[in-house]
């Protein structure tokens, strides 16, 4: 679909429009936990996506991060990466630690 375009919306007609949200800057790993955490609960985030992209355990029966579980799956999030620094561009998805972790740890 081009960028601009016009079209015809007609009574009953259903029209998604789904965009990306924006690319953020720096390190994922190194956002403040208590940020996702308001993300999660106002539902931009799911606790599942907190997890995988900012390493933050969300304990969604409290509403609470999990501050250990976090530590510890960011570290292992950092391991798998294997980075000296952060990359200027990522062209691919980080690499995702081989077990999920859950609250419960």
Same mark, same amino acid.
Request: aromatic fraction near 6%.
């Given at each position: 679909?081009?960028?601009?375009?016009?079209?015809?919306?007609?009574?009953?007609?259903?029209? !998604?429009?789904?965009?990306a949200?924006?690319?953020g800057?720096?390190d994922?790993?190194e !956002?403040?936990?208590?940020a996702?955490?308001k993300?999660?609960?106002?539902?931009l985030?799911?606790?599942?996506?907190a997890?995988a992209?900012?390493?933050?355990v969300?304990?969604?029966?409290?509403w609470?991060?999990?501050?250990?579980a976090?530590?510890?799956?960011?570290?292992?999030?950092?391991r798998? !990466?294997?980075w000296?620094?952060?990359?200027?561009?990522?062209?691919?998805d980080?690499?995702?630690?081989?077990? !999920?972790?859950?609250?419960?740890?």
């Open positions: 679909m081009p960028g601009k375009f016009t079209m015809n919306v007609k009574r009953g007609d259903i029209f !998604r429009h789904v965009l949200g924006a690319g800057w720096g994922p790993l !956002r403040d936990p208590a996702v955490l993300d999660v609960r106002n539902e985030l799911s606790p599942e996506k997890v992209d900012y390493g933050v969300v304990d969604t029966a409290h609470v991060v999990d501050a250990a976090t530590a510890k799956h960011r570290e292992e999030i950092r798998a !990466r294997g000296s620094e952060t990359p200027k561009v990522q062209w691919h980080p690499v995702q630690p081989v077990r !999920r972790v859950s609250a419960a740890e």
